[in-house]
């Protein structure tokens, strides 16, 4: 047999979204050789069967450290501040293990459901130490084998009012968090806090990824402020802002020029529909606004735009199975987004964020990692309006997730 002819992997009838017929894919080394593969072809193969075959979902915006945390705290919470305060008082007592151990269940369901790259949010400040910072180290290092884990450490309770933070985030950062996150609205100083992670990032080189603008008041905000220093330090490509609920609140005027913004300065967004939904507007008693910016509009003015869990299970989503392909479907649903773009709102979970993420091997193409979702559907875009499970999940060639189709039991 040729050589060249020898797969690692052979994955048949595996039908991508561009494509009217299924194909075969050939791996090697944990990378994609071939799409349609040579005469003589060998090698171990599992049949995708004709069903969708996606990339791995890539979920950009994640708290690991804070997950599960259900039944630790009362359930009574209703605002932001509320959620905060909640978490803040539990965080004192996390320990490495307990971080450790309620970020693998997480892992687990996320991996189950077709997410292959992550990345986790964590909390660096004189509470949690670095505590949660080495529990999702050890994370990303044991759960390599399924997925790949950004860390990007930020200060959830302010860093120019909370003494000590920014030590601690410069003691992560040397001992290989990956980007550095801001959460201006929590801080005495907004502007200043956005001044100083500037300048940290760039002596770091890493990425920024702020929480910003988690309210419906339209009447002030910080996006334009990251905007310009992401264009005065040429970061352009290099900063991601999540949340943004206020972008949902304004006209369509407003909301377009703010698109171009974000469009000129290289900003990307993420939306978190889970925890947007449940934490804003609170103070409606009826006709409750939704909170949740309409990403895929951005998209169409050239914004980089994910969807992303965000929490799960805690004070600030009391829900959670880490699917991206629900949240796409739950985005879907609020933002009133019809079939002829439901295509659209499946780039928000694959394409789109790993652009967002700078992941300059992502998708099925020759010479890219060998991560594959199968769901349970023929179509793509059926997947999304119908929440087909994911089949198989394969890593850099290896299969991770193996689940079986359901069998009806007629009588
Ligand atoms: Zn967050």
């Not at 047999?1 to 690692?8: G, R, S, T, V, Y």
Request: with cysteine; proline share 6%.
């Amino acid at each position: 047999m040729p050589q060249a002819a020898a797969f690692d992997l052979i994955l048949r009838n595996a039908r991508l979204a561009d494509a009217a017929a299924p194909v075969d894919i050939g791996v090697r080394q944990g990378r994609i050789a071939c799409i349609g593969l040579p005469p003589g072809a060998h090698g171990p193969a599992v049949d995708a069967g004709g069903n969708a075959v996606l990339p791995g979902f890539v979920d950009t915006h994640v708290h690991l450290d804070k997950a599960c945390l259900l039944g630790r705290c009362g359930h009574d919470h209703g605002s932001l501040a509320d959620a905060i305060r909640a978490v803040s008082a539990l965080k004192r007592e996390f320990t490495t293990e307990d971080v450790y151990a309620r970020g693998a269940r997480v892992l687990d369901k996320a991996i189950a459901k077709g997410t292959t790259r992550m990345r986790s949010h964590v909390e660096v400040d004189p509470r949690a130490g670095l505590r949660s910072f080495a529990a999702i180290k050890a994370l990303k290092q044991d759960y390599a084998w399924a997925i790949d884990v950004q860390i990007c450490v930020f200060p959830q309770e302010g860093l120019t009012n909370d003494p000590g933070t920014e030590d601690l985030l410069l003691a992560a950062l040397r001992d290989g968090a990956d980007l550095l996150g801001g959460c201006p609205y929590t801080d005495s100083d907004p502007q200043a806090q956005i001044t100083r992670l500037f300048e940290m990032a760039r002596d770091f080189d890493v990425a920024l990824d702020f929480h910003l603008d988690f309210d419906l008041d339209p009447s002030w905000r910080h996006l334009d402020e990251v905007c310009r220093q992401t264009r005065q330090h040429g970061y352009q490509g290099r900063v991601a802002i999540g949340h943004v609920t206020k972008l949902s609140a304004l006209p369509p005027a407003e909301f377009d020029a703010a698109a171009r913004l974000l469009a000129e300065s290289g900003v990307a967004l993420t939306v978190l529909p889970a925890t947007d939904l449940y934490l804003t507007g609170r103070e409606a008693s009826h006709n409750v606004p939704r909170g949740l910016t309409a990403a895929h509009r951005l998209v169409q003015h050239g914004v980089c735009c994910s969807i992303a869990t965000n929490n799960v299970l805690n004070p600030f989503t009391p829900f959670g199975d880490a699917s991206l392909l629900r949240m796409a479907n739950f985005y879907a649903n609020v933002a009133q987004v019809g079939p002829g773009d439901f295509g659209a709102c499946l780039d928000l979970v694959t394409h789109l964020p790993a652009r967002l993420m700078q992941l300059g091997d992502y998708g099925i193409t020759p010479g890219n990692p060998a991560d594959f979702v199968v769901l349970d559907t023929a179509r793509p875009s059926d997947a999304l309006a119908e929440l087909a499970e994911p089949l198989m999940v394969f890593k850099r060639g290896r299969q991770t997730v193996r689940r079986q189709p359901v069998q009806l039991l007629r009588p």
